[in-house]
């Protein structure tokens, strides 16, 4: 037991399998679900200009590299099934990516089921991509997948993407978290270039469970309640070492 909560390679919830890869298995289905992709983010920054550390021009490279820890993990529990909860490329598909994304699952024999329609998505000049795109979401098992930048349904168990939800802990470390609500899961962004969100602000209560991921395991927090003691207390334990005791 760690000071900061309970560390799994793996962490079951419910019909979910969360795993440090920063996607999730839905077990009945035997589906791979992750959110926010966002690849080819370097070739997408060179367009517009930005600086960037890689000068890859090579689509099937780019993608090879970005997608390493996620072939990793599907080979590691045989799976065949992927779903998207959106923001699949960082500037909009076009059909070259499209091709060679599809081109690269083909080749390890797994099927892109079907993909929510995210913000990112949505930027693309070229619609005529092969992708299984669903604008207004789909289901998988009981739950409904909708990337979550313009609406969310009620009445309904959801996974939503976007949010790309983090947690510092300590001093100059920003996990990716895994929220978990009584009907509600909020997926982490898979990409680690793309800039979190601090949950610390937004989210708090008992009905709120996170789980971080950090040193290629998952981290359970428990409550945002208890997650927010954790802050607090590390914050009165930084005055206290500047100040000295009273």
């Not at 780019?62 to 590691?76: G, H, N, T, V």
């Not at 995210?118 to 979401?137: F, I, Q, S, V, Y």
């Amino acid at each position: 037991m760690s000071d900061l909560g309970f560390y799994r390679t793996e962490f079951p919830f419910r019909e979910w399998l969360l795993l440090p890869e920063r996607l999730m298995i839905h077990l009945p289905t035997s589906t791979a679900l992750v959110s926010d992709l966002h690849l080819a983010f370097d070739l997408a920054r060179n367009l517009r200009g930005d600086s960037s550390p890689s000068d890859e021009t090579n689509l099937e490279t780019i993608l090879e590299k970005d997608l390493l820890p996620l072939w990793r993990a599907l080979k590691r529990h045989g799976i065949s099934k992927l779903a998207c909860g959106g923001d699949v490329f960082e500037r909009g598909g076009n059909q070259a990516l499209g091709d060679c994304l599809l081109k690269l699952f083909h080749q390890r024999e797994i099927r892109i089921l079907a993909i929510a329609t995210g913000n990112h998505d949505r930027k693309g000049k070229d619609k005529r991509t092969r992708l299984p795109w669903h604008e207004h979401g789909f289901g998988l098992g009981n739950w409904w997948v909708i990337h979550g930048d313009r609406f969310v349904p009620n009445g309904k168990n959801l996974v939503l993407g976007h949010r790309h939800p983090v947690l510092s802990l300590t001093a100059g470390q920003r996990d990716p978290c895994f929220l978990l609500g009584e009907n509600q899961i909020i997926l982490p962004a898979y990409s680690n270039r793309v800039p979190g969100v601090s949950i610390i602000k937004e989210f708090r209560g008992s009905n709120w469970r996170c789980v971080a991921i950090r040193s290629q395991s998952c981290l359970d927090l428990g409550t945002m309640d208890q997650v927010h003691q954790m802050v607090h207390s590390n914050q009165k334990q930084k005055r206290t070492r500047k100040t000295g005791p009273a």
